[in-house]
């Protein structure tokens, strides 16, 4: 069975490969349930400047509905610089601003038509807790808000 969650975080994935690439960073997304995509989360960090787009959360529901039904949805994507190896000339802060621009009211489909990606309005940007061994990582947070959104699809 698909997830609606994981459709979206694809989405995501493919929506900054395009204008992450040209920059000279590897886009892939993080999935917690999946060991070999946490390995190339790992292996990918390592290569100078990684967007990685983490597990979407839900924040919300809408307490009435069957469901259940995700009326808001926490997107975090994390852009790490390995400042030792990182060759491409980009650093961390022009990477997320770019990232930040690809996304911010970036309009989503179903099951979401009709709604946009946007950055969070407090804390848009936020430093990961934890060592990083080397790199430097900041955490872009988006929302995406909808009545419609299923938990299963």
């Keep these: 069975m698909s997830s609606a969650l994981e459709s979206l975080q694809s ?31 790992a292996i990918q960090a390592a290569l100078g400047l990684s967007i990685i787009v983490l597990d979407p959360l839900p924040r919300r529901v809408e307490p ?5 039904v995700f009326a808001e949805i926490l997107i975090t994507v994390r852009v790490i610089e390995n400042l030792l190896i990182n060759e491409h000339g980009t650093g961390i802060l022009a990477a ?53 959104t299923p938990a299963h699809s």
């Design 64 to 68: 009435a509905a069957p469901g259940p």
């Design 96 to 148: 997320a601003e770019h990232a930040s621009a690809a996304l911010h009211l970036w309009p989503l489909s179903a099951p979401w038509a009709g709604q946009v990606l946007r950055l969070a309005e407090n804390n848009p940007w936020t430093n990961p807790a934890g060592p990083l061994r080397g790199a430097v990582a900041l955490d872009l947070h988006f929302l995406a808000a909808s009545a419609t």
């Design 11 to 41: 989405a995501i994935v493919r929506q900054l490969r395009e204008p992450m690439t040209h920059l000279g960073a590897t886009v892939i997304a993080r999935r917690a349930a999946d060991l070999e995509s946490q390995l190339e989360t």
